[in-house]
């Protein structure tokens, strides 16, 4: 199956598709990546939920100095670049969302206030710490989230719809779970760069599109026989803060070069999907119940204090993977990160007792070069 | 080594001395940076950039506090760290609560800050450069006043703490320093209290209740967690003793930024302010001894103003930068290029201006937490926006230069939105730069051309609105 040819096709259409659902009445709401914005409520309200996480190019870094300073996380200055460069996927909302926990994120919504003052915006800043005043917090602002998308939408959110969107967004998750249980395998039917591709296709695309695709793709991934998968090696981990989409080099790399990335863990721009919501009760409750997961269920962001329960994450998944070595890619000035790396790379060197490799990205195409030497050296040190 | 020259320096009273030599001698051999060398270089650096006696013995407190925390493990003392605290009613809480005999509780940094910097002993670099070596890369740009606590206790400069803490409601960082120390230097650490502002842009001076409940009860359970890990008590009995003595020092800072900015010529260094500054919002248990040293600079600029002498000529051009000035740029300011530099940032209090939202009938916790919000510039950046257009007014700033410091988060968003808010609302030029505290990042000159060509601005906007009034 050509899952890049297929998602790169749908893509490319679903900014039309979108502009023609615009006309005909369908509210679209752009948000940011943070993985705390439950699409449930979104599609429960009849709108459209539309993740904003383009990145991996330059030239919106670059505009992005026209209203912030430079040493602010690169993904989330991409993002600001493409407000401020009019870019026509961050023109195309009626509301915008971000629910963030880290100063760079809460920025993108500022420049969006500050530079589109007529788009309608929500924010929700996502407590740090996993406890009880956190979730209750968190509940609330999904209450306000509710009240702002029927506002904007004009519909009801009701039982039924948003235990029907619960189920759409449960099922998604479970087909890429599914799929990323096949990478466990020592033949692993599919690439990292197909597997982001598929993940990253999650936030734009239609859901009943995506679901369908998703479970295409499981089947024929199931139905490979052994002997047509090759074994590549070194097994790879890439883990960092945001992993916008098409920034893709640190995958192509190590993919051209002979390895596998066999699994990922980005807290930001990669859609969680080991957690479903719980489908029980009326709709407060059903609230709570997309609290509960988002908040308390979901392995927590790198920007929470501590993010231990994300370092123990990554390196459970480390070994659930078999993964050989691990590449730590971080937009630069991500400082939240580059704390979270800090303990991560002891917990690494002192449990795991695997190499560990640190990348920095601003998007900038004279990365290459450096980036093609040091992870070959890399996945030599590996074989 | 013989501190007693330095503490002569720092205005240490001769009994002081007799006292406390030994003990300040050791201290500083401890860190192992300092050496008489550096004594000597302090002696004149302090020279160099203050003018008054009251600036001086306030570094006396600084050198205090320093001496406290070094010595505190050898004193049989429990040693906690308050890392980039942004409220440090905790530590007066706790004091309240155990007594000073069995503990000493630091915000590391401000010293770091005042005496290693540029002031008096210049050895910044080297405890910024520990925290390179053990972590915290330079490429980052991580901020310099967390890279100070890092590099000081990973680099074996400052003793360990038996805990470290953070609010993380003014910043991000400051827990996540709290838990780099905690995790790579092996020190339990609490980093619950946590702030939420999402309140819509524009908002800033209504807040939003469930904000305000969420930090005070947030905050009370960090109280209570650092309370029961060291077998104590808190008490909002103790907690509101402390914010009476922290307010009791607000009010001779305002007096002093007021009086600062009334006097005409600038009657003293904007460096003169610099310890005072540091020390309120970053106090311990010696309230009464900064009351006192805040006195002596009240007095000292009340008799310099009466004789009408100052540091920069007679009606210079007003701004301000953000965040504080580095010595060798505030110099720069002052004596090269005639600027009257208010400090008001974050340490200016604005009259309140709305009814409050929480009663008396709420804890403490929540009251303090509405009054910490309502000061401004707390993890919302329209606040910051909104205060710097009522600091340029109350003061009456010919220009603002919303100069933040390199690498620090929540201070560097709002310039631009500053920039344009004050242009457009007030007609007063308004510009953005980064600066740092940190020596190798830039240099005076680097500035220079920056804060000239702004001067100029205001120079040229000032003559033109003094002509349309006449």
Partial sequence: MNIKGTIGQKTTERLVELELAKEEGTKIVGYYPSEYMPEELVLAAGMIPYGLLKAGDYTPILHSGVVVPRWQDTFCRAQIGYIVMKDPHYMLPDLYVDAWSHFGASLVIDNYDFLMPD????????????????????????????????????????????RAAIKVCNRERELLKEIALLRKQERVPISGLEFMLLNHATYILDKEFMNGFLEEVLEDLKKKKPEDISINTPRVMVVGAALGMADYQVFELVEDMGGQVVIEQFSEAMKDFYDNVDIEGDVDQLISNIGDRYFMKKVCNFAFRPASERQDFIIQLAKDYKVQGMIWYQQLYQDN?????????????EGLKIPMLKLYTEYDSSEKAALVTRIETFLKTLR | MDVTEFLRAVRYTEEEIENEKYRVSEAFDKCKIIDEEDLKKAQANLSRYLTTEGARRAFAIAVMRFTDMMMAKDEGKKLIYLIHEEFPQIGLTFYNAMG????????????????????????MVDILEAAEKYGMEIGVAHCPIDQLAYGGVAGDIIPKPDVATSGGVFCDQGPKTAEIIGELCDVPYFVTTD??????????????????????????????EIGDHLGVEVTEKHFRKARVEIAMLWGPLQETLQLTADGDPRPISCMDEEPFLQMTVYPDWRTKELTKAFRTLIKEIKERTAKGEGVVPKGALRTTF??????????????????????????????????RMIGKEENEYVRFAEAYIRRGIVRCHWDHVYRAIECTNHFKLDGYMAAYEYGCRPLCFPGRWIKDEIEEKLGIPATYFEESADPRIHTPDQLRTKIETFASVMKIKKAKREKQAA
């Fill in chain 1, 119 to 162: 788009m309608e915006t929500l924010r929700i800043e996502v407590p740090h710490v996993k406890n009880e005043a956190g979730l209750k917090f968190y509940i609330k602002r999904m209450c306000r989230l509710k009240e702002k998308l029927e506002e904007v939408s004009g519909n009801k959110i009701t039982e039924e719809s948003l």
């Fill in chain 1, 337 to 349: 990160a580059d704390f979270d790396y800090m303990i991560l790379e002891k917990k690494v060197r």
């Fill in chain 2, 100 to 123: 000073r005999d069995k503990l000493v509780i630091e915000i590391p940094e401000t010293y770091l800050w005042l005496l290693f910097g540029q002031m008096c002993f210049d050895r």
């Fill in chain 2, 195 to 224: 702030a939420c502002r999402d309140e819509s842009w524009g908002s800033f001076p209504e807040l939003d209740i469930d904000c305000i409940r969420f930090l005070g009860e947030s905050t009370e359970k960090h109280f209570n």
């Fill in chain 2, 322 to 355: 953000f965040c504080d000035p580095r010595p060798d740029i505030a110099e720069m300011c002052e004596k090269e290029l005639g600027l009257n530099i208010l400090l008001p940032g974050i340490y200016w209090v604005a009259p309140f201006e709305k009814t």
